[in-house]
């Protein structure tokens, strides 16, 4: 059974550009959370899907949105890239809202920019 | 101030020691979780606590509610043990968003 997969594993982008990342949820659940980590820092939220809507969102500029499809999976989208946006994003899947069980975590997408 | 604040940041051990990593958290929670994540990036999830101790092999994490503090303990350290823990709180009035601590960076050398 295959848990988190994102893609890709590994991007470099241009400053101005704008980005997608993705994510495929553990099969089973149906709730998706996407987080930022910088280098040497603890992941911060970013927001967090469930029946394909934004159910919560952290403390981050309009430039992030995403999406949830009806199979569950997700994307993240960052347009008009920053130096400071480079990171691991990290995708998190997990049953049900609120509350959530069985926490699984990606490897993560690290994208550059440069 | 961090919801959630580890200590140490950087440990290096010698393979066989006795290993404790701490934990501290502001607000209500859920749940606490200590996560381990290896160079790359990946993070698997160890323990999921809301109270009292848990035991998977070596490794032993307990909570205390009322002190608001946790302990990721790991007995006969391994080399293969070198990764960076994070500890992670569920808010309880947040649905199931995570404050995640900043990590320990943990060496265990042969």
């Known amino acids: 059974d295959a848990g988190v997969t994102q893609s890709p594993t590994h991007l470099i982008k241009t400053r101005g550009q704008q980005v997608t990342l993705r994510c495929s949820p553990k099969?089973?659940?149906?709730?998706v959370s996407w987080y930022q980590q910088a280098l040497g820092q603890g992941p911060q939220f970013i927001f967090q899907?469930?029946?394909?809507?934004?159910?919560q969102r952290g403390n981050f500029p309009d430039r992030f949105s995403g999406h949830q499809f009806p199979n569950y999976s997700s994307e993240l989208n960052v347009n008009a890239l920053l130096l400071g946006d480079s990171a691991l994003y990290l995708c998190?899947?997990?049953?049900?809202?609120?509350?959530?069980?069985?926490?699984?975590f990606g490897s993560g997408t690290r994208l550059t920019v440069v | 101030k961090n919801e959630v604040e580890q200590s140490p940041q950087n440990l290096t051990a010698q393979e066989g020691e006795f290993i404790t990593i701490n934990c501290s958290y502001s607000?209500?929670?859920?749940?606490l979780h200590w996560l381990q994540q290896h160079p790359g990036g990946g993070i698997v999830s160890l323990f999921m606590?809301?109270?009292g101790k848990k035991k998977h092999g070596r490794l032993i994490a307990t909570i205390n509610i009322q002190e608001k503090h946790s302990s990721l303990h790991i007995t006969a350290s391994h080399p293969r043990d070198s990764a960076v823990y994070i500890c992670?709180?569920?808010?309880?009035?947040?649905?199931?968003?995570?404050?995640f601590g900043t990590g320990t960076s943990l060496t265990v050398i042969p």
């Open positions: 998190a899947s997990s049953l049900g809202f609120p509350g959530g069980f069985g926490y699984t």
């Open positions: 099969s089973g659940h149906d709730t």
């Open positions: 899907y469930y029946e394909e809507e934004e159910r």
């Open positions: 607000v209500g929670i859920s749940a």
């Open positions: 606590l809301s109270s």
């Open positions: 992670a709180v569920r808010r309880g009035d947040t649905g199931n968003q995570f404050y």
